[in-house]
């Protein structure tokens, strides 16, 4: 055996030093298997160490397996199958790192993305109603209420019924980090009964993708100017089907009330299931606001899906679903296997604030500031590009569709686009099937550009695809 | 055509009087399809209003679809198919109500859940640090880093290249709301190659929910000692794998080093992939932590899952994945597809805690706390339940299993454990196929009893099963 020197006036604790020492006998093959290590006391004599120490170092060296005592008596080395002796750092491929960041670099403006304008939302205003919620620390110090926190449960039945004639109870609300989140927990419920839904075409990619992902088999029905087109939904043979009503995503088609009507006539007729999502109803700019189709569900056929991610900053990750009662008892028996994904505190944070007036108030602010943005936009796109775009400028949400006269692919106009400092999306990525052979159409969301650049932002499309 | 009573000292807006008069009409069949409304002008005159307040009553009944002016002369009342006129609210079964409140009124002693000690935590510390990071304004009005925060990912991985040995760069490392949320994404990768899962038996039942839901069939194998047994791993013939190898969930085993070494053959001889839950290494109360298996891991084919739920309050949903490189690619393509679900605030909040030092000081603290508070629990354990159970005292984590002497069944403990204020859950629970026909076990946590209370906690579950 070799000499062991341990170091008493190292850092490294001495028990440490000694299990570095044996360990690495053990895996240079210089200890082999079955071979016994000296006794506790003995070898604590020999290095004039407690055993205590030595002991330490063993249960150590045992705990991770590289020695065992059987028999109770002496430590005996174990086999170590085939060991990989050279452990080194795994090698990193560093044109991963700042893929992002230098792509982000170059946009100077983000037609991509709804996320709101800066000056949006009160911060200062959010970060009381964040202080006041540490109050709750009994909460805070567990994995919250599987369905979320009752207060913000509350809180949006009294929102959506105001705002969105939807009647229903707390007891009905789940909710979510995020629309995703809630769909796979929904995904779980609806298999039971389906393994296929008709959706939108084009539509929400990223909830189609939930479905999918769930191995749902995706049946997609086009949209027409009234909504999705009803006889290709009758022909499918589904009776599950995803929808956006009041403002549909991407092509912002609002569904009329004929058409609503239609549409739960189905599922009452089916029996079957029709998911609204809700996603940006408070931004109507004329008029009030359409109410949801889940107001009108006398039958409890519709699961509703909001999200507060345009009205306050989508960084607070909260979403919530409407499950009819049909859906109650299959959540009920499921739901401890999904656990919240929603801090607590923003929860919570945001249940006070509802209940002192602030999200009504935030709306309201936020309706005329993207108001005023939203005539400065189509007022840039009807000078600027002109002619050379069509665009269906309708009344509501953060974002339209531009259909551009030019031979260029989608993609080339999104990379032109980028070129120039603009970052947009192509219609045709929403597309579950090929999108239809027409001129090319993009998305421009206008939230995220500043009013006073909306001209400056918009000359730069213009430069790049026009020029 | 009815008389039309507007009240303009009302506190509706005339417009919507008027709206409301002619969808009532409409839906009560008064104003027929292709009927046509009078002309705004006209009924201005006639009422005595503005233009203005006639065409956007108009403009409202036309959004939700009641009417159109296809002709672009005057307004018509379209097809409605089938109106549901009576809307009235949902009837609400008020059973779910209060349905978990009732029952956690009962309980005293929790013992189901990893929770945190309500002492665990210096919340006015985190205080100061979620305030700080509302400084970020700019990334707080955004969707955020789609990987996660930047900072964040760049401390993580720097802890667990010190506390679990894993070198890996923050390109690699992905952020997300819980373990759940990652592997709904980590899914969707593995499925290109995968349609089957390896899953230790018993196991992490809420991370096997998601393979499940994700179409995954699950291939149970049954857990030895010495960890998962890799015989019947060999012989199942699959190539991915999850486990908990630094201190398996349920059981509390420790994958010793050979068998880690076989796991990582394996993974090379198959070219499969090991999915490393790593959930609790933290709370190892002897010797250092068992290092992860992913720090062997030189020929990237483990994943591996981290958490903070153990060492900071799971309110705050944030936890992690490290990708191998060979997964790289596929998630580069498909990450724009979800969403990142963690609050920006909390991920920017932890980023500087991890970088000044607290979490380090946290973990300690925690470890202190839990160590002594793991004494009083097997201790408690050995006086007051003694020979009436088996318990397998190990040195890590926050959890143990009793093997109950007893004629009744898993269930029936719960439920008796339930009526004497505890609350326990069983290790069946865990398993995917049929638990095997022994004594009942039950699983343990001790880390939400208060110390002082530990003894008659304990005692309860005498008085519940043994009197």
Known sequence: MNLIILEPRKITPLYIQLYNYYKKQIEENKLQQSEKLPSIRGLAKDLSISKITVEKAYQQLA?????DNCDRSRYTVNKLDGFISKVTPLLIDHSYQNGTMIQTSKVLYDFSSGEMDIDGFDFSLWKRYVSKAFLHK?????YGNIKGEEELRTEIAKYIQKSRGVYTHSSQIIIGAGVQNLLSILCSILKLENNSIAFEEPGFKNGRRIFADNAFSIKPIKMKKDGIDMEELFSSGENLVYVSPSHQFPTGYIMPIGRRNQLLNWAKAKNGTIIEDDY???FR???RPIPALKGLDTMGNVVYLGSFSKVIPPSIRISYMVLPEKFLDIYQKKSSLYNQAASTIEQLALAQFMSDGHLERQIRKLRKLYYEKSRLFFDAIKNILGEN?????????LHTILTVKSKLQARELVEKALQHGCRVAPVEDYYWEVAPQKLPQIILYFSKIPAAEMRTAMKRLKDAWFM
Do not use: F, H, K, Q
Not at 389 to 397: D, I, K, P, R
């Open 63 to 67: 705990s991770e397996g590289y020695i």
């Open 138 to 142: 009994e909460r805070l110090v567990s």
């Open 280 to 282: 940006d109803s408070e």
């Open 285 to 287: 700019y004329y008029g």
């Open 389 to 397: 775009v069509e665009v269906n400028a309708n009344e509501s949400g």
